[in-house]
Each structure stands twice: as structure tokens, then as C-alpha cells.
């Protein structure tokens, strides 16, 4: 098993404050829009998203990485104690990964009209972002990393590698056993990632043998994997029909 390491971030003079929290439905523009831009619009005809159609990612395995704005700065008396934030560096994090701290942190109207903020959609932007899915790697549970993607404007800042130390730590405390992705080895290498117990693994597309690489977080727990990588999250059309089930009937009334 590969120990996690924790990458160091490059401090520069330029370098913006920026939170890493759960994903939530308002980032999901931005993620898209930042998701084009950082691997072009046929992105959606790439093989690793055959791993993700119509699936959902795995439960609090998605991550968003946001740059502070104006009512990041809104005094922080307006957060619960227990949703405080933890600071290293430049770098945030939350033991929740829902980050719900009042308004102090977020695109809240409400917030920003308490405090007299006029343009509240400045207050954060996304600048990165990262999801973790549910495979089998020919019969072994795992996860398949991706996309992770950073903007241009926040490169060479240390979101990408934060982001990964968070995603990975989040897998490894939630039970996951291994991490699979496609991607350079140079790069990935600094988390673990290897090609050592991937070689027998394939993908259902054309992809490069050496770029699919795998970390263990559990000692042994790729050990023999072979056959192909399918995808077993839950899916997206289930999870609407089972909450439109749940959803409370309109009472009839009368006129």
C-alpha cells in the first residue's frame, strides 16, 4: 500500500486564499463551463466518461475548489462553532464537506443583503473541482478518479494537488480500498498512482495502457485485477424516480 502524502503548496505573492468543500447544486454551471474549457468541448466523447454517464458520483466523493470574495470576509461570528473553518497556509478545508457555514461563505442573497453586499454572485467563484466514482476493476470494488480539473487563472497555486490530498483522504476515511484514473504518470506519481497493478485492467475505449494507473489506500486491494473497468455508481434516473416517489402529493382544495 502507498502511503498518502501531503503535497506542499507553493505560496506566491499572487497566490488567492481558496476553500475546498463539497460539491453543491450551484456549482454545477461552473463546473461544466470550467470543464470545457480545460479539456475542450468533445470532452463528453472521451472513454473515461463512459465510466460516468447516467451515473451519480460516489456519495461525498465530490469536491469544489473556491476562491474567497467579499463575503468570505463577512465577520465569521455568523458561523456555527462546529462549521468553522481550518486554515493552513492559504488553504481551507472543512471537516464537513457540505461546508455549510451560514452565509459567511457562499452566492447566499439573503447574506448579502443582511450585510449590505450589493454584488453577492462575486462572493466566490470556482476555480477547481474533482469526483471520485464507483467501478468494479474486473470484480474488485474501487473508485475511478475524475475529471480533475484547475482554472488557468489558479494554476501553479497548489489547488490541483489540494484537491487531491482532500479527495483521496475523504475516499480513504469513507473505507474505499483502492483509486484507479487515467492520467501522467509524472504528475500523479507524487499521490501514489502507478501503473504496477494496472496492466492487466482495461477500459471500454481506446485509452494508453501506461496512463491508467491505480493507488492502493488498502494494502493487497488490487492485487490480481484484471478484466474490465465498469461502472457500478448508482444511477442518475433511479435516484429521480425513487425521490419523485418520496415526494409529498398535492392536496386537492377546493375552489
Known amino acids: 500500500m502507498t502511503k498518502l502524502r501531503k503535497t506542499p503548496v507553493a505560496l506566491t505573492p499572487n497566490a488567492a486564499p481558496f476553500a475546498i468543500r463539497g460539491e453543491r447544486g ?6 461544466e463551463a470550467l470543464l470545457d474549457l480545460a479539456f475542450g468541448a468533445n470532452r463528453q466523447t472521451r472513454t473515461c466518461q463512459r465510466l460516468r454517464d447516467g451515473r451519480t458520483p460516489a456519495a461525498g466523493l465530490a469536491f469544489s475548489a473556491v476562491r474567497e470574495g467579499l463575503l468570505s470576509r463577512i465577520r465569521s461570528s455568523q458561523c456555527l462553532p ?13 471537516a464537513d464537506s457540505g461546508f455549510t457555514c ?10 448579502a443583503r443582511r450585510e449590505g453586499v450589493g454584488n453577492f454572485r462575486n462572493a466566490t467563484r470556482l476555480v477547481g473541482t474533482v469526483r471520485l466514482w464507483h467501478v468494479s476493476a474486473g470484480g474488485i470494488p474501487a473508485l475511478m478518479l475524475g475529471p480533475l480539473a484547475v482554472g488557468d ?3 501553479k497555486l497548489g489547488v490541483g494537488a489540494a484537491l487531491m ?14 483509486v484507479i484514473l487515467l492520467g501522467d504518470a509524472p504528475y500523479y506519481a507524487r499521490f501514489g498512482f502507478s501503473a504496477a497493478k494496472t496492466g492487466e485492467l482495461s477500459l471500454p475505449g481506446p485509452f494508453e495502457p501506461e496512463r491508467l494507473l491505480g493507488l492502493e489506500l488498502s494494502e493487497g486491494a488490487l492485487d490480481g485485477a484484471w478484466g474490465m473497468i465498469v461502472p457500478t455508481g448508482a444511477s442518475v434516473l433511479k435516484i429521480k ?12 382544495q377546493a375552489a
Open 165 to 178: 490530498d482532500h479527495a483521496l483522504a475523504a475516499a480513504k476515511a469513507r473505507g474505499h480500498r483502492a
Open 26 to 31: 450551484s456549482d454545477v454551471a461552473a463546473r
Open 153 to 155: 487563472t489558479c494554476r
Open 82 to 94: 462546529q462549521d468553522r473553518e481550518r486554515t493552513s497556509n492559504s488553504i481551507r478545508t472543512t
Open 241 to 252: 424516480a425513487a425521490r419523485a416517489r418520496k415526494a409529498p402529493h398535492a392536496v386537492p
Open 102 to 111: 451560514g452565509d459567511s461563505f457562499g452566492n447566499s442573497p439573503e447574506g
